[in-house]
């Protein structure tokens, strides 16, 4: 479903492009072997080339330009053999040099794309403009003490992925589904950690608008540093919303950069926006070039896991689940991984259907993600052979797995020890069943005129057993005795 803004003077859409800053896994920094261990003591993960000391030469983190082509490859993206560092000069109180050392001209990872799934079960391909490598800065610390504010450079020099999108985004909803995926194939690539909460994952939003059929782009804002999804959704909104009232009160929409505030809902203006000539671009001086070699990049690829797209599609190719749910159990790795242990040994629809629903509304309550579960994959697939021969019906498959979950224990223990197993044995069913008919006339009644009503009969017989009974058996007794009566 297209998304349009309603005007005064007309039918409006936005544009939207994302700047995504992904923090690369490694132990040291993109120049120096400082640590990049999140929650550090202020200032104790700096060496004198993140604190900008004078004479101090940068050298590259192999690690980190190896993670930076991984990710390129997972966004199917061209991969520049030849890339330069250059320091983009601005000037904070937290970037102890004066400059950044990024890239511009020559990125590591050129045009590449990411595929998002919408609803209704069409998909739309976003482009990504460049990937580049950059430093990040320190961080202000302003509430930290009274009158002052103080500079923690544990983060200055940590490498950064940029990932730069072409303007294909048209809401806010697309948006998000964009940072979701974005994540999904970070985390699937171990590249990042995709933690927004700890900064791992940062994102800039461009946004302009422009009224339907309308060619051509119209001024851009940047919402800086937005930290999490449900953030970049209300920004976006806000911002599309701001720039059509000013267009339509006869105004123009200024270039320039602008904060969120969470608390307010609304973006605020930080400062004009710089063009790339304002931070004077110029190659590092102190860096060559980073050469990779066919081989090398060869290498990395051969060297990429499975990626969400592709086992999106050969859970729905193999083991028959719709795409909705192959989305959703490819969504974290740590997932895709539980389902295939468990499909391995059970039905996969019944493996997928417990893995999302049942463990996954467990793991949610209990504020787990499925790494912390209390049920191994073994275990669950032992439940569903138990449910598959009839030893559990479904009502009692969940009561058990309520008490995996809480326990730990197998579930052919917790079904001996609390004699749990169902009960196929209707000479025992019986007695019950003839009693139900003659104390319930009137309900007899009313199911030959609504067949239908055999369930209300047996909800009576499961109650009264326990959830015990096997409710097709039931049925099975109840059909020709309610006939007959």
Not at 2 to 9: D, E
Not at 380 to 394: E, F, N, V, W, Y
Request: aromatic letters at 6%; glycine letters at 10%; hydrophobic letters at 35%.
């Amino acid at each position: 479903m297209t998304y349009t803004i309603k005007g005064a003077t007309g039918e409006w859409e936005v544009v939207c492009g994302l700047e995504v800053h992904a923090q690369v896994t490694s132990e040291a920094k993109l120049f120096s072997g400082a640590a990049t261990v999140y929650g550090g003591a202020p200032n104790s993960q700096v060496s004198p080339i993140d604190a900008g000391m004078p004479g101090m030469l940068p050298v590259v983190n192999r690690e980190c330009v190896a993670q930076a082509v991984r990710t390129g490859l997972g966004l199917e993206a061209e991969i520049n053999k030849v890339s330069v560092f250059e320091r983009k000069n601005y000037f904070y109180p937290d970037l102890p040099q004066g400059y950044q050392i990024s890239q511009y001209q020559h990125p590591i990872v050129g045009k590449g794309e990411i595929h998002l799934d919408l609803e209704g079960g069409d998909t739309k391909t976003v482009g990504i403009t460049r990937l580049h490598l950059e430093q990040d800065a320190g961080k202000s610390m302003h509430d930290a003490q009274d009158g002052a504010s103080l500079i923690d450079l544990n983060r200055s020099g940590v490498a950064l992925m940029e990932i730069v999108s072409e303007p294909d985004i048209r809401s806010p909803d697309e948006a998000v589904l964009y940072m979701r995926k974005l994540r999904t194939i970070l985390r699937y690539l171990g590249t990042c950690d995709g933690n927004m909460e700890e900064g791992s994952l940062r994102c800039d939003a461009n946004v302009s608008v422009r009224q339907v059929g309308e060619d051509g782009f119209r001024t851009r804002c940047e919402i800086k540093n937005v930290n999490s999804m449900r953030f970049v959704a209300r920004a976006i909104e806000y911002e599309a919303k701001r720039q059509i009232e000013l267009y339509e009160q006869g105004g123009d929409v200024e270039q320039e950069t602008r904060l969120f505030d969470s608390n307010k809902g609304e973006t605020r203006s930080m400062r004009s926006k710089e063009e790339a000539h304002d931070y004077r671009y110029f190659p590092d001086p102190d860096l060559l070039p980073v050469e990779l070699t066919d081989d090398e990049i060869e290498g990395w690829r051969a060297g990429l896991p499975e990626l969400p797209d592709a086992k999106k599609q050969r859970f729905i190719d193999d083991f028959g689940l719709g795409a909705y749910d192959a989305g959703v159990l490819v969504a974290e790795r740590a997932t895709a991984d539980y389902f295939e242990a468990v499909a391995a040994k059970a039905e996969p629809k019944a493996a997928a259907n417990w893995c999302i629903n049942e463990l996954g509304g467990l793991l949610n309550k209990a504020g787990k993600g499925i790494e912390q579960s209390p049920i191994a994959p073994d275990q669950l697939a032992a439940l569903l052979a138990l449910l598959k021969d009839g030893t559990l019906s479904g009502k009692l498959a969940k009561d058990v797995f309520a008490l995996m979950f809480e326990t730990g224990d197998d579930p052919q223990k917790i079904v001996k020890d609390r004699a749990l197993e169902q009960v196929t044995d209707m000479s025992s069913i019986e007695p019950i069943i003839d009693q139900l008919i003659k104390d319930n006339p009137g309900q007899v009644e009313t199911y030959k005129k609504n067949p239908k009503v055999i369930g209300w009969f047996t909800g009576q017989v499961m109650k009264a057993t326990g959830g015990k009974a096997n409710p097709q058996a039931v049925q099975q007794v109840l059909k020709p005795k309610l006939d007959a009566a």
